[in-house]
């Protein structure tokens, strides 16, 4: 077992069932080994229907086992601080589900905390990046290869009005933004490589929920431009396309990259287009092994926490733009 990672996960929520823990499980460097709800028949049967060796009726036993090196937390977005916080305090390391808190400033007080732990890895779960569609892009707009990056325009959403969906509850960290805008922000962030200097928002808010069902964003990098909208009350939908100013880089599913499909991205540039397909594969699973590698090499996470500290940032400057109508500093 010297070359896995025995993971544990707190919550027995739908991406981590469907989605996380099959792709870990799957995986060559991480152990599933625990996974706990707040009641002992829910993880009872969650651990039971994945397979998973010991089940828990409290998070707090799950940190207490000494035998659970790290742990995933797909909790709803107003107690990831809380949690991870707790895990570190546990001697655990951490990988938490995406947006890394309410707000920049909780963002802020986890990655204080977490430099208290410097033994530990903590990190944001961005499964995107780490799909090989998403570094090919990174290195071809790196490379100069679709001329001066100019601008981003991106677009992600779906449709969900379930009043009983954590989505649609404000307390719990609901609305577009903070569920599907923050990668619409990360991804710009990501391929710039640097934070914008100014941001503007335009939000609709569902008049019963109080939450953002519509909204989009200007980030203004100095060197060019981002522009997104999401939405989760709008026809499913997700593209990307990278602009320079040689050429351009089309995005298929830029976000929830299906594992039993070839993902296309098309390069143009001065006139040609090329189409590159890439392999079959789980970018969950990519996730999991590359923060388990980190963890057994005693090696950076490949995305640093100070990274959802400053999305964190750009997503409350958003927020704050399309309360004030006018363009804001992160």
Same mark, same amino acid.
């Given at each position: 077992m010297m070359d896995k990672v025995r993971w544990g996960v707190l919550s027995t929520a739908k991406i981590g069932l469907e989605q996380v823990i099959p792709a870990m499980q799957a995986s060559r460097h991480c152990d599933i080994t625990a996974i706990a709800s707040r009641t002992p028949k829910r993880a009872r049967l969650a651990a039971e229907a994945s397979g998973i060796p010991k089940a828990y009726g409290s998070y707090e036993e799950l940190l *207490?086992?000494? %035998?659970?090196d790290a $742990?995933?937390? /797909?909790l /709803? *977005?107003?107690l990831h601080v809380e949690w991870s916080i707790k !895990?570190?305090? !546990?001697?655990?390391? $951490?990988? +938490? %589900?995406?947006p890394i808190g309410m707000t920049a400033a909780e963002a802020q007080k986890m990655l204080n905390l977490s430099q208290e732990y410097p033994h530990l890895k903590i990190m944001e779960a961005f499964m995107y990046r780490h799909h090989p569609q998403w570094q090919y892009t990174k290195k071809i707009v790196?490379?100069?290869?679709?001329?001066?990056? &100019?601008?981003?325009? =991106?677009?992600? =959403?779906?449709f969900n009005r379930d009043p009983h969906n954590i989505r649609n509850k404000k307390q719990m960290g609901g609305g577009g933004l903070m569920d599907i805008g923050c990668y619409n922000i990360s991804l710009s962030r990501f391929i710039f490589g640097c934070e914008p200097k100014r941001v503007?928002?335009?939000? %609709?808010?569902d008049p019963e929920f109080n939450v953002d069902r519509l909204a989009s964003g200007i980030l203004d990098f100095g060197s060019g431009m981002? !522009?997104?909208? +999401? =939405?989760? &009350?709008? =026809? /499913?939908?997700?593209?990307?396309?990278?602009?320079?100013?040689?050429?351009?880089i089309e995005i298929e599913i830029p976000f929830n990259a299906p594992t039993d499909k070839q993902c296309r991205i098309w390069h143009y540039n001065k006139g040609d287009k090329r %189409?590159?397909?890439f392999e079959l594969c789980d970018q969950y699973r990519i996730q999991g092994d590359l923060f388990s590698l980190a963890v057994l090499n005693d090696k950076d996470v490949p995305t640093p926490l100070l990274d959802g500290v400053e999305n964190m940032k750009v997503v409350e400057a958003v927020f704050s733009s399309a309360r004030g109508g006018g363009w804001i500093r992160p």
């Open positions: *207490n086992d000494r %035998e659970i $742990v995933y937390i /797909p /709803p *977005n107003h !895990a570190l305090q !546990a001697g655990k390391h $951490v990988l +938490c %589900e995406k790196t490379k100069g290869k679709i001329g001066k990056l &100019q601008t981003i325009q =991106s677009f992600f =959403s779906y503007f928002g335009l939000i %609709e808010f981002s !522009a997104f909208t +999401c =939405s989760t &009350q709008l =026809s /499913p939908h997700q593209r990307v396309i990278v602009f320079g100013t040689q050429g351009y %189409e590159i397909v």
